[in-house]
């Protein structure tokens, strides 16, 4: 990349960086800062990352499953960073309303690494990931800091890349040990808010294999030179369909056998 390049490029990392600090006002992004491709995003979401300096949590990834790339018009995984500074732990939280205006949440199968998977030659497989974890039932809050005019889904999936994967907050439920005999992609889970009806879940094809995303998810960040370490967290994608919430809300996520996630706004 050269540096005329780099410069348009932190112009967006400049307005994406001062519409985080400020969530209520999204900003326009104009054409020419449109990220070109993953290596100009993955530029624009480090230097991010750099800017706001709001500690590292561990790592989320999206699109994990190949018929929610097929929808979204993404042509891989959409990972992105989990901020210290938005990340909560247990299962009941009182959380400000005014850090996720115009935001979603959706549930999510996470993880904590109890073992450092350090980069090397051959890939992490699934099997090897799921020694090293442990589960936690998830909400993430999704949602983005900018608004673009007539762009197509190519130039969108970019944009939420560079835009921290589309991921604003987390809260992690209460640790599960024995969970390695789940069948994932069929477990349901009852999402509601404010009491309304409940997320429709996303299961079989459209739900991905949480181990798996989670190796996919290590090794995509070794090429990128990004190792992780014990304690990190690991979250694996939208488990159902993601909600609104207005300040006021409840959010009640009941995973079954894995426990009860309890937020209000």
Known sequence: MDESRKAVLEDLVAILSASWRDPANKVAVAPRLYPRNRTE??????????????????????????????????????????????????????????????????????????????????????????????????????????????????ENSLMTIADNGGGIGFVFGDPVDDWQAIDFRQHLIRLTVAGGAPADNFLGEMRCLPTEAAADLVNHLALRGHELQTGDFISTGAASVPQPFSAGDHVHADFGALGVIEVVF
């Open 41 to 154: 995003a993955y530029f624009v979401q480090d230097r991010m990352h750099d800017e706001l300096g709001q500690g590292l949590a561990g790592w989320k990834v999206g699109a994990t499953s190949a018929r929610m790339r097929e929808l979204d018009g993404h042509d891989d995984v959409i990972p992105g960073r989990i901020f210290v500074s938005r990340s909560y732990v247990g299962s009941h939280h009182s959380l400000p309303f005014d850090q996720f205006p115009d935001a979603r949440i959706e549930t999510e199968f996470a993880f904590r690494l109890t073992a450092k998977p350090h980069v090397r030659e051959a890939p992490w497989t699934a099997a090897e990931m799921k020694t090293m974890m442990v589960l936690h039932p998830a909400l993430e809050i999704i949602g983005n800091r900018y608004h673009l005019d007539d762009a197509s889904k190519a």
